[in-house]
C-alpha cells in the first residue's frame, strides 16, 4: 500500500462516505415522526443517564482549578479574588466543553458505534431496509440529534457544577471567600464567554454523535470489527475534538 493511498486517497474517501452518509440521513430530517420514540430515547441515554459523570467530573475540574491557581498566583501583591476571575473563564470557555466532549466521546460515542456495529454485522440494519425503513434515517438522524440538543444542557450544567466546586472548595480550604471569587469572577466576566461555549458543545455533539455513527454503521468484521469499531469511534472523537476546539478559539475569540 503506497504512503500516498494511506495519507490522501483513503482519507479523501472516508470523508466522502462520511458526508454523503450524513446527506442521506439528513435528506429524511421532515419525516418526525418515523423518528421521534428513537430521538427521545436518545436524549434520555446521552443526556440524562450522562448527568452524573459529568457532575463529578466538572466539580474536581473547578476544584483542582482552584487549587492550582491559587498555588501558583496568590501572595501578598496579588489580590484573591484573581482565583475566580481565572477559574469561572477557564470553565466556561475551555473545561466545561473539553471535559465533557472528553467523557461522552467515550460513553456516547463508544457506545453509538458499539450499537450500531452490532446490528450491521447481525444484519439487523439491512433487515430495516426490506421492512421498508430507511435506515440511515431512522438511525442516524435520532443520534445526532439528540447529541446536539443534550450537549450544550450538560456543558451548562457542568459549568455551573465546575464553578461551585471551585468555589466551595476555594472557601473550605480558606483560600478564598465564595464573595471575592465571585467578585473576581464578575471583574472579568464577558457575556460571550457562556455564548461560545454553547457554541462549541453544539459542534462537539454533532462531531461525535456523526462521526460514531458513521464508524458504526460501516462496521464489518463480526464482534472483532464491533471492537475496533467502538475504540475508533472514541478515539476520532477525541482527536477531532481537539481540531475543532482550536479552530473554533481561532474563529470566534
Not at 455533539?205 to 464491533?226: D, K, P
Amino acid at each position: 500500500m503506497s504512503i500516498a493511498r494511506i495519507l490522501i486517497v483513503d482519507p479523501l474517501s472516508s470523508l466522502g462516505r462520511y458526508g454523503q452518509l450524513l446527506y442521506q440521513a439528513f435528506l429524511t430530517l421532515g419525516d418526525v415522526r418515523s423518528y421521534w420514540k428513537n430521538f427521545v430515547q436518545q436524549m434520555v441515554s446521552i443526556g440524562l443517564e450522562s448527568i452524573p459523570i459529568i457532575a463529578l467530573a466538572a466539580a474536581f475540574s473547578g476544584m483542582v482549578t482552584t487549587v492550582q491557581t491559587a498555588y501558583q498566583l496568590v501572595s501578598p501583591i496579588i489580590p484573591r479574588n484573581i482565583i475566580g476571575a481565572i477559574v469561572v473563564p477557564s470553565m466556561i470557555l475551555e473545561l466545561a466543553a473539553v471535559v465533557t466532549g472528553f467523557i461522552l466521546a467515550g460513553r456516547v460515542g463508544a457506545r453509538i458505534a458499539a450499537e450500531l456495529g452490532t446490528m450491521r454485522v447481525t444484519e439487523q440494519i439491512d433487515a430495516l431496509e426490506a421492512m421498508g425503513l430507511n435506515s440511515t434515517g431512522y438511525l442516524i438522524v435520532p443520534r445526532i440529534l439528540a447529541g446536539v440538543v443534550m450537549f450544550p444542557c450538560l456543558y451548562l450544567i457542568a459549568a455551573f457544577v465546575g464553578i461551585a466546586g471551585g468555589a466551595g472548595v476555594g472557601h473550605l480550604m480558606g483560600l478564598i471567600p465564595i464573595t471575592e471569587f465571585m467578585e473576581g469572577a464578575r471583574m472579568f466576566f464577558k457575556p460571550f464567554d457562556p455564548v461560545f461555549g454553547i457554541i462549541k458543545a453544539v459542534v462537539f455533539g454533532f462531531i461525535i454523535t456523526s462521526l460514531s455513527c458513521y464508524v458504526g454503521y460501516n462496521t464489518s468484521g463480526g464482534a472483532e470489527g464491533v471492537g475496533k469499531a467502538t475504540t475508533q469511534a472514541a478515539v476520532s472523537s477525541c482527536i477531532f475534538l481537539l481540531v475543532a476546539d482550536l479552530l473554533l478559539a481561532i474563529t470566534f475569540l
